[in-house]
């Protein structure tokens, strides 16, 4: 049996005004999901479990099959797993944005969608200026994401590093940021690493040069999303497969790391609207003639719902449908023995610009998927269906076994 798993991430959303009254799903010209709920079946799950922060570190755990209660210790060292990055067992990894900060707003969580090439330069200039005076070291990652290892201290023990309440950026755009910075004990470390950034890159040559060409500076680091690293039962002994994972974000091919699957290298891949869909995807059924299980992950939806942008967020969708979905759909109609599911991680919602719990839709179809009846992909159609998998993770669980799938032992 051969898998596929597919995530539009923050696909999911509440009704738009501007969209007449519809999701951005209901909007979307979506054929080629509206096909898999045709040859297969639609309804709810819900990627985030009660009490757990809604967001695609919890929701994509959720996604490979893990029980996040289990296994979540943290986003950054998620991500400095794909790194190749070891913590020392005083040091925990944080997330390091480079954000746009505005008369005392976050004007912009990704310093107008920073390149790799010139966010790597900044860090570089961060560890010269700041690596003197903390005791942290930047690591570069990807546009405006990366990561900062920071090692215990007498004014931030390591259990006051893990526990300190850290707002994600993309939870406060176009908000007032002071009241986000980080709190509890040894704050007063991270939020002056903070505000010493500020002083230094506004003057950075990459920032003069962005101001020069109309787009926007990177002001700040905003530190985030820390922790130790996790332990994840690897794929091999948890369903007996082997796979590969295709995504731009670190944080998704972290957990593919962890899990013990390939993490495939795809150029042009940007975690944007202009990323490489036809790569990513031609690189994944590549993959399938040689393993099992492929998770193929798009971070776009949630990006642009993050910016507050419909237009931007259907377009998204309909990217993610014509050519990721259609192009996968197309495999499994040629391959009896092969299974598609398609969904988001969580919610992300325009109207807030940040993610939200609650069930989301699923659609499957393939070998020993179940039909229900429906026709269309969306949040009512699933809704509707009658089928709620209350913990995410059980849904993907049965999903990944050779059985058909037995709704009732998702429950």
């Not at 961060?126 to 003197?132: D, K, V």
């Not at 109309?214 to 994840?232: C, D, E, F, V």
């Not at 009846?373 to 913990?391: K, R």
Request: charged share 20%; proline share 8%.
């Amino acid at each position: 049996m051969k898998y596929l798993i597919l995530v539009g991430d923050g696909m999911a959303d509440y009704p738009v005004p501007t969209l007449g009254n519809r999701t951005p799903i209901e909007a979307a010209d979506t054929p080629a999901m509206d096909a898999v709920v045709a040859r297969g079946m639609v309804g709810q799950f819900c990627p985030i479990p009660e009490g757990l922060p809604p967001g695609s570190d919890i929701g994509n755990l959720s996604m490979f099959g893990y029980n996040p209660r289990e296994s979540f210790r943290g986003r950054a060292p998620i991500e400095a797993a794909n790194q190749g990055i070891t913590l020392a067992d005083n040091e925990v990894a944080f997330r390091c944005n480079l954000v746009t900060l505005e008369d005392g707003r976050m004007r912009d969580f990704t310093a107008d969608h920073i390149s790799s090439e010139e966010a790597a330069e900044l860090v570089v200039q961060l560890n010269a200026h700041l690596g003197g005076e903390f005791p942290a070291v930047f690591h570069p990652g990807v546009s405006y994401r990366h990561l900062c290892i920071v090692p215990a201290t007498p004014e931030a023990s390591l259990a006051a590093l893990v526990s300190m309440n850290c707002t994600p950026p993309h939870n406060i755009t176009d908000q007032e940021y002071a009241p986000h910075l980080p709190s509890g004990e040894g704050k007063e470390m991270i939020r002056a690493m903070m505000r010493r950034s500020q002083e230094v890159l506004p003057e950075l040559p990459v920032n003069q040069a962005r101001l020069a060409a109309g787009k926007l500076p990177a002001t700040s680091i905003w530190l985030w999303g820390q922790g130790k690293a996790p332990h994840m039962e690897s794929y091999r002994s948890k369903f007996g497969l082997t796979g590969a994972v295709v995504s731009a974000v670190d944080l998704v091919k972290g957990m593919g790391v962890l899990a013990g699957l390939d993490v495939l290298k795809v150029d042009g891949t940007t975690g944007w609207i202009d990323t490489n869909y036809e790569g990513k995807v031609e690189a994944a059924l590549q993959a399938l003639e040689t393993r099992d299980f492929v998770f193929i992950h798009l971070e776009a939806p949630d990006e642009t719902a993050h910016q507050g942008k419909p237009d931007l967020k259907v377009k998204a969708i309909e990217d993610f449908d014509h050519r990721v979905v259609a192009r996968c759909l197309e495999y499994v109609e040629g391959h009896p023995e092969s299974r598609m599911l398609v969904a988001p991680d969580h919610f992300t919602l325009l109207s807030t610009k940040t993610h939200a719990s609650g069930p989301v839709p699923f659609a499957a179809c393939g070998a020993g998927i179940p039909t229900g009846g429906q026709s269309a992909y969306s949040e009512n159609t699933a809704a509707a269906s009658g089928v709620l998998i209350e913990d995410g993770y059980r849904l993907i669980q049965q999903f990944l076994q050779p059985a058909p799938l037995d709704l009732e032992h998702c429950q």
